[in-house]
Nanobody, 124 residues
Framework: QVHLLESGGGLVQAGGSLRLSCAASGRTLSILGMGWFRQAPGLEREFVAVISRSGDHIHYADSVKGRFTISRDNYQNTVDLQMDSLSPEDTSVYYC?????????????????WGQGTQVTVSS
């Protein structure tokens, strides 16, 4: 089992920044890919970013590329998401995910382990 706990969500004005953090516990040595998804009300969960265990491979959704930065610390068992130039369209619940089988999955069905989610609200 892997347990994930997000922190860092909140309310920010458009153009501002937030940093999300996710702490993993349990079978952390078995985790390959870690990443973030988000879900706005009435919409499906959307891939945001994923990072491989080594950190050498990173993939972003086109909607966040150039604005968001994902990073990972395997000693602390954390994965962070730095979000800059936020817009109201980024308002969502953000979920941390962990994958024991794939390094760079972008489909939500690939991920067995999910955090409880943290709300990010961007005001215009």
């Amino acid at each position: 089992q892997v347990h994930l706990l997000e922190s860092g969500g909140g309310l920010v004005q458009a153009g501002g920044s937030l940093r999300l953090s996710c702490a993993a516990s349990g079978r952390t040595l078995s985790i390959l890919g870690m990443g973030w998804f988000r879900q706005a009300p009435g919409l499906e969960r959307e891939f945001v970013a994923v990072i491989s265990r080594s950190g050498d491979h990173i993939h972003y959704a086109d909607s966040v590329k150039g604005r968001f930065t994902i990073s990972r610390d395997n000693y602390q068992n954390t994965v962070d998401l730095q979000m800059d130039s936020l817009s109201p369209e980024d308002t969502s619940v953000y979920y941390c995910v962990a994958d024991l089988w794939n390094s760079m999955a972008t489909s939500p069905t690939s991920y067995e382990f999910w955090g409880q989610g943290t709300q990010v609200t961007v005001s215009s």
